[in-house]
């Protein structure tokens, strides 16, 4: 919302939260309002504040973005997961909690056939949330960081298919 544009330029300048994820960290509070703009109006993305309620205040994003790192098998729904957090409130599971509150709903309500989440290779981070959750390693390709200077780096994406996560679910291991 709106109203969640001072958290969300809390985190999004901060040089361990964009380009992390494949963009420049914002240097304004303008840079944030637009970006902002963009998530609210993507229809290629559906993307949710991660609230701490406790302190009732935005403390990241996380979506569901409406595209595969593979062309999709004809008749089959991908789609990718991606998050950002606030390095004030990294390893307290945050990330985690609201990945899986996404996941089922991709693949509870959704029916998404295929999930997919990314990492670069120097965000360390994100690579154990990302194991964490129970996705396989799929695809490692170099990628180019358009908003990192044209940088090549290995990108990473990993899977999860609707029926190995019912199967970790009904096992107690998401």
Not at 151 to 158: G, L, P, Q, W
Request: aromatic share 12%; hydrophobic share 35%.
């Amino acid at each position: 919302m709106e109203s969640d544009l001072e958290d969300m330029y809390e985190y999004s300048c901060d040089e361990r939260v964009g380009p992390y994820a494949g963009w420049a960290a914002h240097k304004s509070i303008l840079e944030a309002k637009q970006a902002l703009a963009r998530l609210m109006n993507d229809r290629m993305t559906e993307s949710r504040a991660i609230v701490l309620k406790s302190e009732g205040r935005a403390i990241g994003n996380i979506g569901i973005h409406n595209r595969s790192p593979r062309r999709p098998r004809w008749g089959r729904v991908e789609r990718e997961l991606g998050y950002v957090l606030n390095p004030r409130y990294w390893g307290n599971e945050y990330a985690p909690e609201a990945a899986r509150a996404v996941m089922n709903y991709c693949f509870a309500v959704k029916k998404v056939d295929t999930l997919w989440c990314g990492h670069y290779e120097f965000n360390e981070n994100s690579r154990k949330v990302i194991e964490k959750l129970g996705f396989k390693l799929e695809i490692k390709r170099q990628e180019m960081l358009f908003h990192m200077d044209d940088r090549v780096e290995n990108a990473y994406y990993y899977k999860m298919d609707r029926r190995e996560y019912i199967s970790l679910y009904r096992n107690g291991k998401i």
